[in-house]
């Protein structure tokens, strides 16, 4: 609703309850989670640590963060591009920092909340669009292992010493890669025989009513297989390492301003 001021002509929105309502409840909410997290911390120990932080560090450190943010919304968007070519990236960014802001308070739901953001937004499917996010974590999978097999193959003995579960860590990470893979591949090669199972299956289960389980199925797996060209499939892998390149400078960088960078 709208109300017109007739001495100017201008015209001026009304205030929505709701949305100040909601604005207080989200607020609430936060200063309730940091009383939360911060409860049993005094004060002057809080005070004690901003005065050492580096705030040129810290400055830096925001600012890589958001280009993480925004290299991690351009990866993205080549992904997501065969459901809707005029995909807009700040759509895509803004879906990403809700994610990052829900994972915080409920780990993993980040990335319903971005399917559902970007699926309202740009109205294309959100069951499609959540197929995409588990190919990108596959993809953040695999950068993960290959930072971590780079940083063995440098740092192996002292790192080995220091982390003795290192190396068995690397190779269940390659275990989960491999059925990940596996598991890609066979979903998305059988897709519509996978869709027929969902369908007879809710029939010999007589639940009809969550018929909409198909529909939402076959979408997911649209998503598995949603990036189409190869200059996707190329800058997608090119923006991966960039992307993780960035988050290992980012980790370095906050810890220099918290001066945490030699412990």
Request: hydrophobic residues 50%.
């Amino acid at each position: 609703m709208s109300t017109l001021d007739k001495s100017n002509g201008f015209q001026i929105k009304s205030i929505n309850t709701k949305e100040i309502l909601g604005y207080f409840i989200s607020l609430a909410l936060g200063i309730a989670l940091l009383i939360y997290t911060f409860r049993g911390v005094s004060i002057a120990e809080v005070a004690d640590e901003f005065s050492n932080i580096n705030y040129f560090y810290l400055t830096l450190f925001i600012l890589i963060i958001f280009l993480g943010t925004f290299l991690r919304a351009l990866r993205w968007k080549y992904m997501i591009v065969s459901f809707k070519e005029d995909v807009k990236l700040k759509n895509l960014f803004e879906a990403t920092i809700i994610g990052y802001g829900v994972n915080v308070i409920l780990p993993r739901l980040g990335e319903i909340a971005r399917s559902l953001y970007l699926g309202s937004t740009e109205k294309i499917s959100r069951s499609s669009t959540l197929g995409t996010i588990i190919v990108e974590r596959v993809y953040d999978l695999i950068f993960l292992l290959v930072s971590v097999v780079l940083s063995v193959w440098l740092f192996g003995e002292s790192l080995s010493e220091k982390y003795p579960w290192i190396y068995s860590s690397i190779y269940f990470g390659l275990f989960i890669l491999i059925i990940s893979f596996v598991l890609l591949f066979m979903v998305i090669k059988f897709q519509t025989k996978i869709v027929l199972w969902v369908e007879k299956f809710l029939g010999l289960m007589r639940l009809s009513k969550f018929s909409k389980a198909t529909e939402i199925t076959s979408k997911v797996i649209d998503g598995f297989n949603s990036i189409k060209t190869k200059r996707n499939y190329l800058l997608t892998f090119l923006l991966s390492p960039l992307l993780w390149f960035t988050y290992a400078v980012g980790s370095y960088v906050g810890l220099l301003a918290l001066n945490m960078h030699k412990i």
